[in-house]
């Protein structure tokens, strides 16, 4: 196995408005895994017109299919990224400048992400640098965490790269709204019903987090888009709470 070949590993689902500038952003990588859950608008011929291997598997868990994802690849170094995300030029090279110089005690590499939402490429209210483990040697990378939230982890040394990878996130706050919703339902079927205080509590932990993003993280630098951020990142959190009191009523 050659040693500096990169895999890049890609979940998606209907995703051909977009996937598309993330193939021809990775273009660098030797392999292309892309493992589809079942699209129906066309993303698959968009994948293998660009070159990818595609995998059709159902749909088991953000945690599950990216690491179903990652086992697919065949090369030395694993690129685990999502559909909505894309890798400029400056960090490629930074990307096949590590990988070249890695010594046998690197199991990865982190790198910031930057989002753009509503227009604007967001630096403030905790969304950035969003540092992330994406870049793995083989066998020594798993993805982890709870469903949906999802973190990639490397044994051995992670070493930090400077450039970042960008995050097309949302494509509107209706779709931001849509997210919200079914992330918060995931983490309501996963723990155990509560009480009604508990949805007190979400009050406080909700206008908590809308202070810390918009004011202690600077949100209000990014102008509407952060104070848009701050809301639906407090509604988020109310609603995570609200549900699961919900639970207790059946």
């Given at each position: 196995m050659d040693k500096q070949k990169i895999s890049v590993a890609i979940i998606a689902k209907n995703e051909a408005d977009r996937i598309g500038g993330l193939l021809a952003s990775v273009a660098f990588a030797d392999e292309v895994v892309v493992v589809d859950s079942g699209s129906t608008d066309g993303t698959q011929a968009i994948c293998e017109k660009a070159g990818a291997k595609v995998?059709?598997?159902?749909?088991?868990?953000?945690?599950?299919?990216?690491?179903?994802?990652?086992?697919?690849?065949?090369?030395?170094?694993?690129?685990?990224?999502?559909?909505?995300?894309?890798?400029?030029?400056?960090?490629?090279?930074?990307?096949?400048?590590?990988?070249?110089?890695?010594?046998?005690?690197?199991?990865?590499?982190?790198?910031p992400r930057i989002s753009k939402y509503l227009g604007r490429w967001i630096r403030h209210g905790g969304w950035y640098p969003d540092r992330k483990v994406r870049l793995v040697r083989r066998g020594r990378g798993r993805w982890q965490g709870v469903n949906p939230h999802d973190k990639l982890v490397a044994e051995g040394r992670v070493v930090d790269l400077t450039r970042p990878f960008r995050h097309y996130v949302y494509r509107s706050i209706s779709d931001q709204v849509v997210t919200m919703n079914s992330f918060s339902e995931i983490y309501a079927r996963q723990d155990a019903p509560r009480g009604g205080w508990f949805v007190v509590a979400g009050l406080f932990h909700a206008a908590g987090k809308f202070l810390e993003c918009y004011l202690w993280k600077l949100g209000f630098l990014d102008g509407l888009p952060g104070l848009v951020i701050a809301i639906n990142s407090a509604g988020y959190v109310f609603l995570k709470h609200a549900k699961r009191w919900e639970r207790s009523l059946s």
């Amino acid at each position: 196995m050659d040693k500096q070949k990169i895999s890049v590993a890609i979940i998606a689902k209907n995703e051909a408005d977009r996937i598309g500038g993330l193939l021809a952003s990775v273009a660098f990588a030797d392999e292309v895994v892309v493992v589809d859950s079942g699209s129906t608008d066309g993303t698959q011929a968009i994948c293998e017109k660009a070159g990818a291997k595609v995998i059709y598997h159902p749909w088991a868990g953000y945690v599950e299919q990216k690491q179903f994802a990652l086992e697919a690849t065949s090369h030395e170094w694993i690129f685990s990224l999502d559909a909505d995300e894309e890798v400029p030029e400056d960090l490629a090279a930074e990307i096949l400048a590590a990988v070249r110089s890695a010594g046998p005690d690197v199991g990865g590499f982190s790198m910031p992400r930057i989002s753009k939402y509503l227009g604007r490429w967001i630096r403030h209210g905790g969304w950035y640098p969003d540092r992330k483990v994406r870049l793995v040697r083989r066998g020594r990378g798993r993805w982890q965490g709870v469903n949906p939230h999802d973190k990639l982890v490397a044994e051995g040394r992670v070493v930090d790269l400077t450039r970042p990878f960008r995050h097309y996130v949302y494509r509107s706050i209706s779709d931001q709204v849509v997210t919200m919703n079914s992330f918060s339902e995931i983490y309501a079927r996963q723990d155990a019903p509560r009480g009604g205080w508990f949805v007190v509590a979400g009050l406080f932990h909700a206008a908590g987090k809308f202070l810390e993003c918009y004011l202690w993280k600077l949100g209000f630098l990014d102008g509407l888009p952060g104070l848009v951020i701050a809301i639906n990142s407090a509604g988020y959190v109310f609603l995570k709470h609200a549900k699961r009191w919900e639970r207790s009523l059946s």
